[in-house]
């Protein structure tokens, strides 16, 4: 018998509805390692029982092994991966959200798994930190009683992800390799050993 790990009992959420303007081209059509960014950040949430896909209907198609992905677009499109943000929390069931984006290729399971680990009552965020301490607020975790912080924080003209979730009510999580973080902005940041 073989042994596969826990599946992931939250919501999975990839936005990419970004416009690609430093990479060039669409950089979720992007291919690393033989699969594309958009594969990549979607194989790390396969395992969750609902996979949103946040992204202009039509845009993209995903292979049948990473299960089915209902696609939404933004409420308010071109404002950015808060706006993002605020489209997963809306269509996801109420409970925990696992958000992430296209250029942050190198998230696996695990690391879900870690984020996970972390979540205790009171805290409506968990987010990885980097080398330097700073917390990482794509590829992390929101709860969906964010969503009236979220969109009041739009409405007033944010757009900064970070602002998503609150400091006293985030919680934190160190201790991954500094790929783990390693972001595509250009084609030269795909440029890395695997
Ligand atoms: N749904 C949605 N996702 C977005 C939006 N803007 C960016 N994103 C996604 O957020 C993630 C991180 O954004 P960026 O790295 O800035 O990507 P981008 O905006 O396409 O790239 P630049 O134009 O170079 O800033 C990527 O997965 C983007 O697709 C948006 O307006 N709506
Ligand atoms: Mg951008």
């Not at 992931?8 to 959420?13: I, K, S, Y």
């Not at 509805?17 to 990549?40: C, H, M, N, P, V």
């Not at 250029?103 to 205790?120: F, K, M, Q």
């Not at 979220?150 to 602002?163: F, I, K, P, Q, W």
Request: glycine share 10%; charged share 20%.
């Amino acid at each position: 018998m073989t042994h596969s790990p826990p599946g992931l009992w939250l919501t999975g959420a990839v936005t990419a509805g970004g416009r690609s303007s430093r990479f060039g081209s669409d950089k979720a059509l992007a291919l690393l390692d033989g699969r594309t960014l958009l594969e990549r950040a979607c194989a790390s949430l396969q395992d969750c029982p609902t996979r949103l896909l946040i992204a202009p209907p039509g845009r993209y198609t995903l292979p049948a092994h990473l299960g089915r992905w209902d696609t939404h677009p933004d409420r308010r499109p071109g404002e950015g991966p808060l706006a993002g943000l605020e489209s997963a929390l809306t269509h996801a069931p109420p409970g925990w959200v696992a958000f992430t984006g296209v250029d942050l290729p190198w998230l696996t399971p695990d690391y879900w798994h870690a984020l996970i680990a972390a979540v205790t009552p009171g805290r409506l965020s968990v987010q990885a930190t980097d080398g330097q301490d700073r917390p990482q607020p794509l590829g992390a975790l929101y709860h969906t009683d964010l969503l009236p912080h979220v969109t009041a924080l739009l409405d007033s003209g944010e757009r900064r992800l970070r602002r998503a979730a609150p400091p006293e009510h985030t919680a934190l999580v160190g201790g991954f390799t500094a790929r783990t973080f390693l972001n595509v902005n250009t084609p030269e940041g795909l440029m890395v050993d695997g």
